[in-house]
């Protein structure tokens, strides 16, 4: 924010400070100092331009929400926030474990999820992500992401005070809540849609609407479609509109319209309410597509990252210890401005889904062979301190395919030559594949988009019948596992993948399967699997011990902590990974169905003068490494 606006400055600051009582004037003064520039810069880019009538009061309206927020938020969030500010890497430690699951899946309700506090606890789960809880469109509705209210729980899952309920025990047991954010849309029965649809201008003024096909028609040139097949189009005709409404993905999910000010200035309202109902972590769903221009692909827009830029400076103010996670499932070239660029970096999101990272280490499975994934993290560009990747192996969605095509192109090959032999082994269509999953969105033109399958469906455990095949579906399960939880970042458990349960086969879901092929994932938790974790031999047991087994050792590594360095080395081999965390660790994953053989003396430039010990048994390494067929080893030493 420019100098030369010293009234302003004060002006605004009245306004931050009049919705404040006396006791918190001074915490939100230093924070005003430390955080107006970003905000009030960003604002003005985005909505300050021409001297936009009005700009400077909204400023001042937008700084009392945001002082009434803050004056608003609970004492013991307040004190999280004075915390977290002194330790920003908290969410960097390899203490940390996310657990990601419906609410409705995992436990019936909001608080059904809080008696499974102590399941999430004995896991190691530090971080939880509920998909969405918010109310939600009547009927058809996205699993939730088409919301109706940013201010009510959906009624099928519990109130608001369900929701302070599970946050108080959830922080009580150190888990922090992720919450989904949709805000580049709402569903079609928000009241700002409806608003909309009776005619109040100032609403209408919330979406994109056009009065015909001639806009529409020149953007879809540019777009590409998220749901070719299940909700084609990025535009659908609403005759009470009076036109066509932007809807990036189903026609009931409205694309908000962030070109207007006002929308802006709702949903960060909205983010601090629930904020202050103890959500620590926001995922900011679909984050690429916020801003459309014309001419362009409407993704990863310049103005996306002043939105969340902005967004950034607001909860710096009045919600400090809260976290953004850009849900931005695009080619990992195009993530680093998620977390800030320039002089905004670091000043952006604090955490990013590293897709392509999830992606390879699939088509790695398939193929037997590294290359890819070696290229995604060789091109995995450093994190400004305090921001790191959220590492994963499946979750609600699909497998998205269009996340590799750079590293594709890097090795001069076809996207759909190289990936339709990896979607079709994943469906279990390709002679030998131990996989049952499903391509999503495919057709004779589109040949590779995404894949659908839970862990236990896609690693060949739930088709295993012989001791063989149940061991190495077991260990590719490990093996990608070991790779979330050893890359650095945070590391995601998605529910029911610690049991290792298989696809939604269910009839009560048939209908949901076969209007939208995610569904496959998204099975209710298996309480025959859940109960029997601890029966010895059982086949949930042996999945959920070696799972625990891999985030309690992690857990002891403070190399692989998310900021500690990480460099691949070369092997010959090109089904082996192996990747090195700081000067002390190890991990060789070997992505083949044959056994290797590796001489510690073959890993790149690797110092081997201290001995190496295996993470799991503490036994010396030997000098050469063997490793069964998809097995993996984590080699450690003391620095
Ligand atoms: C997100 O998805 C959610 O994760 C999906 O469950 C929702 O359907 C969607 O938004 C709409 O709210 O846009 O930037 O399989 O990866 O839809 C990524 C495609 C998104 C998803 C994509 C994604």
Known sequence: MKPEHPDLLAALRRSLLSALPMDRQALAEVRFDRHVGALVGTLQALYGKDDATGFDG??????????????????????????????????????????????????????GVRQRVPYLRELGVTYLHLLPFLKMQAGDNDGGFAVASFEAIEPRLGTMADLDALTAQLRASGISLCG????????????????????????????????????????EAQLSQVFPEVAPGNFTAVPALGGWVWSTFYPYQWDLNYGNRAVFADIAKALLGLANHGVEVFRLDSSPFLWKRPGTSCVNQPEVHLILQALRAVIELAAPGVLL???????????????????????????????????????????????????????????????????????????????????????????????????????????????????????????????????????????????????????????????????????????GDELGQGNDESDAHAALRDADGRWLQRPLLDTARWIARDRPGSPSARIHALLRELVQVRKQLPMLAADQPRRRLTTADPALLVLARGDAFVAVMNFSALPKTLPLSALGDIDNSAPWSDAFTGQAATAALSLAPWDLCWLVRQP
């Open 325 to 495: 996670k850009a849900e931005a499932i695009v080619p990992t070239a195009e993530l680093p401005p998620y977390f800030g660029s320039g002089e905004a970096r670091g000043h952006e999101c604090h955490l990013a889904y590293h897709s392509s990272l999830m992606a390879a280490g699939w088509a790695a499975l398939a193929e037997q062979r590294t290359d890819l994934l070696a290229r995604v993290i060789d091109g995995t560009p450093e994190l400004p301190s305090s921001a790191t990747w959220l590492t994963y192996v499946r979750c609600h969605d699909d497998i998205v395919w269009s996340t590799l095509k750079p590293e594709i192109a890097a090795g001069g090959e076809s996207f759909s030559q190289r990936l339709t032999p990896v979607s079709r082994f994943l469906a279990g269509e390709v002679d030998g594949s131990f996989a049952r999953g499903q391509a999503f969105q495919t057709s004779a033109e589109v040949p590779v988009f995404g894949s659908n399958g839970m862990t236990a469906a896609l690693t060949g455990l739930s088709t295993a019948t012989t001791a063989d095949e149940i061991v190495h579906a077991e260990r590719r399960i490990r093996l990608l596992y070991a790779l979330a939880l050893s890359f650095g970042g945070l590391p995601l458990i998605y529910m």
């Open 58 to 111: 909204w400023l001042g309206e937008l700084l009392q929400t945001i002082g009434q927020c803050l004056a608003a938020r609970p004492a013991e969030l307040l004190a999280l926030d004075e915390d977290r500010l002194a330790h920003p890497d908290w969410f960097l430690q390899s203490r940390m474990l996310g657990y990601c699951a419906y609410v409705d899946r995992f436990a019936g309700t909001l608080d």
């Open 180 to 219: 989904d954010f949709v805000l580049n849309h709402v569903a079609s029965d928000h009241p700002w849609a409806q608003a909309a649809l009776r005619g109040e201008a100032r609403y209408r003024d919330y979406f994109h609407v056009f009065p015909d096909r001639s806009l529409p028609d020149a953007y």
